[in-house]
């Protein structure tokens, strides 16, 4: 079994910077893709990007295109989501999760094989 565990949220001022990690244990990480979702109180769960294995693609849904960078370093087994530009509208709980799959994008959260609990990012104007 894999444990993700999300780290590094917090408050920030509009258009201030955050970098969030997603720390994998209990085995390696580094052949599935991971996700990063965030859900605000009240809508739905977004799918805001995807880093493929090898870190050599990535997605980014166009809502963060631009300010979100998603990295990974296997050799840690830990996946980022740098966030930069941050607005009002990017709080909610940012979480990762990870596929066995090949490409950066797979939107369907339900369909991964490990979750982490979610970190809260707020973002005050």
């Known amino acids: 079994q894999v444990q993700l565990v999300e780290s590094g949220g917090g408050l920030v001022q509009a258009g201030g910077s955050l970098r969030l990690s997603c720390a994998a244990s209990?085995?390696?990480?580094?052949?599935?893709?991971v996700g990063w979702f965030r859900q605000a109180p009240g809508k739905e769960r977004e799918f805001v990007g995807g880093i493929s294995w090898n870190g050599g693609t990535t997605y980014y849904a166009d809502s963060v295109k631009g300010r979100f960078t998603i990295s990974r370093d296997n050799a840690k087994n830990t996946v980022y989501l740098q966030m930069t530009s941050l607005k009002p509208g990017d709080t909610a709980v940012y979480s990762c999760?990870?596929?066995?799959?090949?490409?950066?994008?797979?939107?369907?959260?339900?369909?991964?094989?490990?979750w982490g609990q979610g970190t809260q990012v707020t973002v005050s104007s």
């Open positions: 999760a990870a596929i066995a799959y090949t490409g950066p994008h797979y939107p369907n959260y339900d369909e991964y094989n490990f």
């Open positions: 209990g085995r390696t990480i580094s052949s599935y893709t």
